[in-house]
Each structure stands twice: as C-alpha cells, then as structure tokens.
C-alpha cells in the first residue's frame, strides 16, 4: 500500500532532504552526539545481557497506554505514581508528539509499529478505501495492518508477548494468533481496570522462562471522560487520579513480586485532547457561492475533513478537477465571508504539509481539510450542535500531545528528553528486548539518546 517503503530504522527509505527538513531528528542527532561523544561503538544488536536484576535475568518491558491523556493532565491533580515514576525514570519534557491524525488506531498502530499511518495503513479510525470501496471500521482482517507490531516482532524472533485490549493487537500477523490468556481481546469497557492491571501483574508470577517479555496495556478511562465531558471537567481530573491509582497498583504489584527495579515500565498515551463547541462551526454549504459540496463527496467533517469527489464518468480527468475544487474552496475559505473559515485549509494531499506525513497511501483521499485547533465542519446549519472533547486535529497543537515516561534499568533516573514523535518508541522497545527491529520510521540514533547503553545500566531503586 505504500508507493515508498520506510527502510530500517528510518534511514533508507527516507531522502536525505527529507530528514534534513525534520527539526526533531536534528535535535535528537544532537543530543545522541552530545550523549555519547565518540563512544557509539557499543553494540546495540547483540541480547542485552541481564544486569543489575533482582530477580528476572532478562530485560522485560510493560507498555502502558492511556488513551487520550493529554500533557498536561498529570498537574490536574496529585499523582504520586506517576510522579514517582517521573523522578526515577525518563520524561519527555513537553510530551510525546503524536502522528496525524491524532487518532487512537493510527497512533496505538504507529506506537506499535514504529511506521507513520500512511505506512501502517490505518489512516483513520474509521475509512473507505477510494480504490476498492471497502469499509474499515477497525476491522481485524490483516490485509488492512500492514506494519509490524512489538508483539509480532516479538514472538517471530522468539520471544513471548501479552497485550490487553491493545487495538489492533488482536489482528492475526506472523507468528502471533492472539493466544488466549496472553491476548485479552475484544476491547470490552466495562472490564475494569484493576482487573486489566491484574491480569498483567499475575503473568510475573509465572516461571521465568513463561513470563512475557513485551506487555502491552490498554487503559481507557481518560478518554472516555475526555470526550464526554472535554478535557476541563473535573470528571476528566477524577480520570487522572484513577490513572495515577493503576500505576500505583502496577508500581505495588511488581515490589511485591521483587521485579520493580527490573521492569520496564513505559507510560504514554496516543493523543490529546480539546473542547470543541457549537460556536466555532464550518459549514459547508457557507462555501455554495463559490462551489457547491454534495454531503457523499465527505467521508469525514472533523477533526480531519476528508473528501472523496465522485466526478461524473463525462470527466475526463478528476485529478485536474480535484484541483480545482481545493482551490474553489480555499478562495472561499479565505474571503473573510464564510463564518470561521479561516481556521480551514485544504489541500490536494500530495500537497499537504511533509511534516504530516500523510500522502504516500492509496488510502488517503485526495482531499484533506486541516481543521483549526477545537474547530468543527458541518455540512450545514440544520445540524445538531454541540459541545465536548475530541482530537484528530493537526498534530503540532500542544493539545493533541500525551505524556511518555520510561522507567526502569535501561532509563536514565531523573532525566527529561526534549518532546519526540511515538513512531521512535518501536526502536527503543526493540532495543530494549534486543529486538532485530522491522522496518519503520523512527531514528536508531533516538533510541541511543533516550535509552542508556547495555551495562550502563540505571541504578534505580
Ligand atoms: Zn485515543
């Protein structure tokens, strides 16, 4: 599905003038020199060797998500958990960026995967494939998931893997089936969290050799109260302080079993979140002096309008028309006579910013609409209005970022590294379980500057 393979860790398939254009990639190349000077010889391929263990002799990691938990969030209210993790462990200061859109299939995908959503191939939550006129709405069939997640790469190098309402980790691929007991699917809300927290907890009371290596958890909580009530209720900061209990039971439960100091525990979330409400609406049918928008070329309003034209068969190239169209709707858009719309841009999507990375899939329509920070498109004013959270939007909004915490031996203590993007969390997560990784967009030179090298291991308590 992707005309242009991302090769290893980034490096290959991506042009030079590409990368060079990636500011974070500069700061990380910095940081990574700064870090590790002229000493990068270490190797980062061979198994780590167990070190400093208490009681596991091999490198564990527990991937936490919090959906929807916005940077930020953790200062609504008190999270000893989390901040004890923080204090011990790495932070990336200003959040972890997500990719666009910023929804929850393309960014656990791209966390898991390492590959942006054009890559990946789960653009939206929800899409029709312009080519074929099928429907995904989360569907399991792996012809729709083309990357290769943590829990696969996993267990086709050898290694064991569980994953807790993880989306997509349901998805048959390589040699994982989504075993039962190490695969809770499907995503079922009303299990509650402690039972999710549990269940992880009881697979280190397994014989070494049978604990998982890769863990990956699905929690929910903050996103559910996010997008009902917007990320200000104080529903949302009771959310917060239940995320914050979860860790604590997490923290308690890995003491109690004497693997604390050995666990790599990594705390994140997909996206964040913003208020969007019934006074700041696009409208569609505003946009009629200028062109005429029939409501079955939309696939999608907002956070992200996406727009399929269906051309008559007298037109002879629609490529040409599309164009046209855009440029339609922007000179509306910009004549200061449609309400709101200057906070909508559209693009042809080879057109859209590079920075997105959203335009080498067939999958993505030819028409994307950037929507303005807590913006919403309607088709016109017999709508419904309304008013509560959501994300989707561009992801350069400060709102749309989560948190990443990494805690455990290869995390350096009381650390913070400038904000990344999460397709970089693959790498580091393969590095870790000395992983032969598959390949993605992320940076090999990141995952060095955010993890410590084998044997340097953090003394952390
Ligand atoms: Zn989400």
């Not at 549990?198 to 070494?208: G, V």
């Not at 959310?239 to 100091?261: C, H, N, P, Q, Y």
């Not at 964040?272 to 409501?295: E, F, H, Q, R, S």
């Not at 490529?319 to 200061?336: D, H, T």
């Amino acid at each position: 599905m992707a005309k242009s393979k991302p090769g290893r860790s980034g490096f290959s398939g991506y042009t030079l003038s590409k990368l060079s254009l990636n500011v974070i990639f500069l700061i990380v190349l910095v940081v990574a020199i700064t870090v590790h000077g002229s000493d990068s010889s270490s190797s980062y391929t061979r198994r780590p060797q167990p070190s400093n263990s208490k009681k596991l002799t091999k490198p564990v990691v527990l991937l936490i998500s919090s959906d929807g938990f916005r940077f930020g969030y953790q200062f609504k209210t008190e999270t000893p958990n989390i901040d004890l993790l923080i204090s011990r462990g790495t932070e990336a200061q200003t959040g972890l960026i997500p990719v666009f859109p910023t929804m929850t299939f393309p960014n656990h995908n791209s966390i898991a995967t390492g590959l942006y959503p054009a890559y990946h191939g789960i653009i939206m939550n929800k899409f029709t494939d312009p080519v074929t006129g099928e429907l995904f709405n989360r569907n399991l069939d792996p012809k729709w998931w083309l990357g290769e997640p943590l829990w696969v790469t996993a267990v086709n190098q050898g290694l064991k893997a569980a994953t807790f309402f993880w989306p997509g980790a349901d998805v048959h691929k390589g040699s994982w089936n989504c075993p039962k007991g190490f695969c809770k699917a499907p995503y079922n809300v009303s299990i509650p969290l402690e039972e999710r927290v549990d269940t992880i907890l009881n697979y280190f009371d397994l014989p070494q050799s049978e604990i998982p290596d890769f863990m990956g958890l699905y929690l929910d909580v903050t996103d559910i109260q996010g997008h009902k009530y917007g990320p200000d209720d104080p529903r949302v900061t009771q959310a917060v302080a239940k995320i914050d209990e979860m860790m604590g039971r997490v923290i308690k439960g890995l003491k109690k079993r004497k693997v604390f100091s050995d666990v790599h525990v990594i705390l994140l979330g997909d996206h964040g979140m913003v208020t969007n409400c019934d006074k700041k609406v696009i409208y569609i049918d505003d946009l009629a002096d200028w062109i005429k928008i029939p409501a079955d070329w939309i696939q999608g309003y907002s956070p992200v309008l996406a727009m399929n034209p269906r051309w008559g068969k007298d037109v002879k190239n629609p490529a040409e028309k599309n164009a046209e169209l855009v440029a339609k709707m922007n000179e509306a858009l910009s004549s200061g006579k449609v309400e709101n719309g200057e906070f909508l841009q559209v693009y042809l999507k080879e057109k859209l910013p590079e920075r997105l990375h959203y335009s080498e899939s067939s999958r993505i329509p030819p028409i994307i609409g950037m929507v303005g920070e807590g913006l919403l498109v309607r088709q016109n004013r017999t709508n419904a209005q309304e008013c509560y959270g959501d994300h989707g939007y561009d992801n350069m909004f400060f709102s749309m970022r989560s948190i990443f915490i990494g805690h455990g031996p290869r995390f350096r203590k009381g650390k913070k590294v400038p904000s990344f993007e999460n397709v970089q969390i693959y790498n580091a997560v393969a590095e870790i379980l000395g992983l032969q990784p598959a390949p993605n967009n992320g940076s090999s030179l990141f995952t060095r500057s955010l993890l410590l090298p084998i044997g340097e291991t953090a003394q952390v308590e």
